[in-house]
Nanobody
């Protein structure tokens, strides 16, 4: 079992930055790839970024590539999502999710453990 708690969401103006954190407890964290997903009102939950268990490999959705950076600190059991140059279309509830394998997968069905989500609102 893995328990995940997201934090760091909030209201920011377009062009601003936020850093989300995902704190994990339970299963050996370095064995788990972690992904960030987001869900806007009336839309499907979509993949944003993922990082492998060691932290050496990352993958991003095209919509956030070059603006968002995912990283992790396994000593602190925490994954981060640094979001820069935010746009109104980034407004959503952001969820972190942990897989049971260390290699990256981008399909939300692959992830077994989910946090409760944190709201990010970008005003124009």
């Amino acid at each position: 079992q893995v328990q995940l708690v997201e934090s760091g969401g909030g209201l920011v103006q377009a062009g601003g930055s936020l850093r989300l954190s995902c704190a994990a407890s339970g299963r050996t964290f370095s064995n788990c790839a972690v992904g960030w997903f987001r869900q806007a009102p009336g839309k499907e939950r979509e993949f944003v970024a993922a990082i492998g268990g060691s932290g050496r490999s990352t993958y991003y959705a095209d919509s956030v590539k070059g603006r968002f950076t995912i990283s992790r600190d396994n000593a602190k059991n925490t994954v981060y999502l640094q979001m820069n140059s935010l746009k109104p279309e980034d407004t959503a509830v952001y969820y972190c999710a942990a897989d049971t394998v260390a290699t990256i997968r981008i399909w939300r069905e692959s992830y077994d453990y989910w946090g409760q989500g944190t709201q990010v609102t970008v005003s124009s």
